[in-house]
Structures are given as C-alpha cells and as structure tokens.
C-alpha cells in the first residue's frame, strides 16, 4: 500500500499583480526621497517586487508520511533549518534557524518535510511566536505523534538595524505540545539535543 500524500500549497489572500507592485515600490522609493532615474536604480521597483512576491511564496510540497512499522518512540528531531521571514510590523527580514521534533505515533515524517513546513509558514508576513506554533500545531495535526516541539532561533532586522539597534540580539520562541511539554524529562531531552538551555 502507498504512502498517503498530502499536496500543501499556500493559498494566498489575492492575486499577484507584479505591475502594480512595481509602481508602488517606485512610488514607495520617491517619496522617501530616493530617484529611481539613475541606470543602477531605473530597475530597482521591479526588483522588489519580485524579491517581495518570493518571499510570500513558499514552493509547493506533498506531504509523505509512512508506517511507523518498528514501533520507533523516541525523539525525531531535525536542527538547525534555515528559517526566514519577514516581520509583519516593519516588512523587513528575520533570519535564523528552527529545531523541530516529535516522538511518533503509528506514522513517521519524510525528514526533509520538516523543514519544507517550516519554509510553508515562514513565507509570509509573519511574527516568530506565531510561525512557532503554527509550524508545531500543523504537525501535531496532520501526524498525530505523541509530541511535537518546535524552537525557533532567529535575528530580527527591525530590531538590528532600526529603532533600538540591538546588534547581535538573538530572538528565541518554544511550542511544545503532548508528551514533550506534559513529561519533565522528554521535554528536557529535546531542549538538550537542540542546544537552547531550558
């Protein structure tokens, strides 16, 4: 018998209108005072607005999940994936790296869609306690297992490179759910494999 597949693709709120996003990215520009006649700066509207479609587009994935034949019941834990988003408040980057895990039910994860949901919720306006639960919740819905738990780790550029410019800062949310947040020494476990002192 096959694998259940679950095809994941973001739904957008509307269309992508590249043309318009365009000319609000060169109006954005001139009325911060910044000319856009210049050869290295004609093309730049254009270029954030693709850049900023990109980031709102997470690539479509299905997701694969097969028998937990062997009955496995420790910790499954993917570290360190590549996160970035873009904080919802200023529209500029985060940047860090995610640590996801759960102990299995009766069904286990192809590894590489740990971090294929991680990208999934990463690529929209977003804030970091939100992308935390968002990702284990999904994973706690659609697996079953008898934990999940997710620790983002991640370098916010509103908060580096503006306002209070609090240079090097590092910002660190947690989701656990099930036996990882219910039992003292599982939840210790993935705090320990991950590194992030608990």
Known sequence: MSAPVLHVAHQPDGEIDLAAAEKAAGDLLRALGISTDSESLSGT??????????????????????PNEEQYDELVLARAIPVRSVCEHHLLPFVGTAHVGYLPGDRILGLSKL????????????????????????????????????????????????????????????????????????????????????
Request: aromatic letters at 8%; proline letters at 5%; glycine letters at 6%.
């Open 115 to 198: 971090a294929r949901v991680v990208e999934h919720f990463a690529c929209r306006p977003q804030v970091q306690e939100r992308l935390t639960k968002q990702v284990a919740d999904w994973l706690c819905e659609q697996l079953e297992p008898k934990g999940v738990g997710v620790v983002i780790e991640a370098e916010h550029t509103c908060m580096t490179l503006r306002g209070v410019q609090a240079t090097g800062s590092n910002t660190v949310t947690s989701t656990l759910l099930g036996t990882l947040r219910q039992d003292a020494r599982s939840r210790q476990e993935f705090f320990a494999l991950t590194g992030v002192n608990a």
């Open 45 to 66: 509207p254009g270029r954030m607005a693709r850049a900023y479609a990109e980031l709102f587009t997470p690539r479509p994935f299905d997701l694969t999940t097969f």
